[in-house]
Nanobody
Framework: QVQLVESGGGLVQAGGSLRLSCTASGRTLRSYEVGWFRQAPGKEREFVAGISGSGDRTLDADSLERRFSISRDNAKTTVYLQIFGLKPEDTAVYYC?????????????????WGQGTQVTVSS
């Protein structure tokens, strides 16, 4: 069993930055690919960024203007999402999830373990 816990969300002003963390307990995340997703009210969950098990390959959504950076510390079994230049439209609940499918898939259904999410609210 894998438990994922996100942290680092909060209320920030537009233009600010945040670093979200995804920490795993139970079975390690080290060899698994991890993705960050977000879901705004009334919208579908969307892929934000993904990272390979070793951390040598990352993928982020083209629509996000390269404002999101994903990284991992396998010694701590933690995956980070750094967000720069926050905009009000970035307001959402942010989730991390694990997948056994290679290639950083963008479809939520391909991820088997999810955290509870952390709220990010950006004020204008």
């Amino acid at each position: 069993q894998v438990q994922l816990v996100e942290s680092g969300g909060g209320l920030v002003q537009a233009g600010g930055s945040l670093r979200l963390s995804c920490t795993a307990s139970g079975r390690t995340l080290r060899s698994y690919e991890v993705g960050w997703f977000r879901q705004a009210p009334g919208k579908e969950r969307e892929f934000v960024a993904g990272i390979s098990g070793s951390g040598d390959r990352t993928l982020d959504a083209d629509s996000l203007e390269r404002r999101f950076s994903i990284s991992r510390d396998n010694a701590k079994t933690t995956v980070y999402l750094q967000i720069f230049g926050l905009k009000p439209e970035d307001t959402a609940v942010y989730y991390c999830a694990r997948t056994v499918v290679a290639g950083n898939p963008v479809w939520p259904l391909l991820y088997d373990y999810w955290g509870q999410g952390t709220q990010v609210t950006v004020s204008s």
